[in-house]
């Protein structure tokens, strides 16, 4: 009779063990998630709802690229449009804590960060006399990454990423 308990406990732990990297193993967005939308003419707001999360901290990150439109202004200030911008790159964080982590489920809301200034033959000006400033982005793709941070230092690693998927827009 007590070898069958030992058995049981030692069963019930290796269980409970394996349930906990198992839940974050199936990190997943839920159906109609995310959601993007134009924020502003330089920021992307991306929004949903994600499953299958361990009780940790969770850092959602958005990375986002997009076409500018760019006005160039020469060293005299005449105005004229970019002719061949290149791309732009702009990102945004969230931190959820693991106390509105509920039954794996938690809701985000990311907008990306402004971009930053650019030179003016980044903004397809003649030359870099000119000066480029980005008007508004036609996002063309965004990349969202989910962490938990699993070993509670506060800090999110590459072998803490749950979910990594990215997104023509």
């Known amino acids: 009779m007590r070898k069958l308990g030992i058995i ?11 349930a906990v990297p ?3 193993a199936k990190a997943h967005f839920k159906p109609g998630s995310p959601q993007f939308t134009q924020a502003s003419d330089t920021t992307l707001d991306a ?3 994600l499953a299958g999360l361990g009780n940790y901290t969770t850092l959602v990150q958005v990375d986002a690229t997009g076409t500018p439109d760019v006005t160039c ?3 005299g200030g005449n105005e004229s449009p970019g002719q061949n911008p ?10 959820i804590p693991a106390t509105d982590v509920k039954n794996g489920n938690i809701f985000f809301d990311v907008v990306t960060e402004e971009p930053g200034a650019i030179t003016g033959k980044q903004g397809g000006c003649p030359n870099n006399n000119w000066s480029a400033t980005i008007n508004s982005i036609d996002f ?18 590459a072998n803490e990423l749950v979910l990594k998927k990215t997104y023509t827009l």
């Open 47 to 49: 929004s949903g709802y």
């Open 22 to 24: 198992a839940l974050a």
């Open 73 to 75: 202004t020469s060293p």
């Open 140 to 157: 063309t793709s965004a990349t969202v990454y989910v962490y938990q941070d699993f070993n509670g230092d506060g800090t999110f690693s």
């Open 8 to 18: 049981a406990v030692l069963s019930l732990m290796a269980l409970a063990l394996a």
């Open 86 to 95: 290149g791309s732009v790159d702009v990102s945004g964080a969230q931190t």
